[in-house]
């Protein structure tokens, strides 16, 4: 995704992250989807339960859809044909002022195919996905890679 003036204003304010020593990962049921990122696994499930419930605290914004990459190596053609493409997409900060596409991957290639250039996405910040990771070595990394993205 391109970088916006806000998205650069972001990542200039950018707040460290402590640490915290409470910590629990976000637990995992039997069919949980999940968004492996390197050793940062996201419980996209509990994510989207948690939007569901507090929508007013997360960003709905609309994204250009040329902004993202095809990022995924197969495509699984019934399932591009069956998603709701006017379903938003989820967006996390991943490194400060930089948001990855972390769900949607499809509605996105649907969109393309399709020709729109704009959907939505649920935008989160470090601080409202974090609490999604999923292993508590995985949570003290992701603090220490962030720490080292600051300027």
Not at 14 to 27: I, Q, V, Y
Not at 45 to 55: A, F, G, V
Not at 109 to 126: C, D, H, P, Q
Request: with cysteine; hydrophobic share 35%; proline share 4%.
């Amino acid at each position: 995704m391109k970088r916006s003036n806000f998205d650069l204003e972001r990542l200039q304010s950018a707040e460290k992250l402590e640490a915290n020593d409470n910590f629990t990962p976000c637990p995992v049921n039997k069919g949980d989807e999940l968004f492996p990122n390197g050793i940062f696994v996201f419980n996209i499930t509990k994510m989207l339960e948690h939007i569901k419930n507090n929508s007013d605290e997360i960003d709905l914004v609309e994204v250009t859809v040329a902004d993202f990459s095809k990022s995924f190596s197969s495509t699984d053609e019934p399932y591009v044909d069956s998603v709701d493409v006017y379903r938003p997409v989820l967006l996390a900060e991943i490194s400060p002022g930089h948001y990855n596409l972390i769900d949607g991957n499809h509605r996105m290639e649907k969109a393309r195919r399709m020709g729109i250039s704009r959907i939505f996405a649920y935008r989160l910040n470090v601080k409202q996905h974090i609490e999604f990771l999923t292993e508590r070595k995985a949570y003290l990394s992701y603090v220490e890679y962030w720490n080292g993205k600051l300027k």
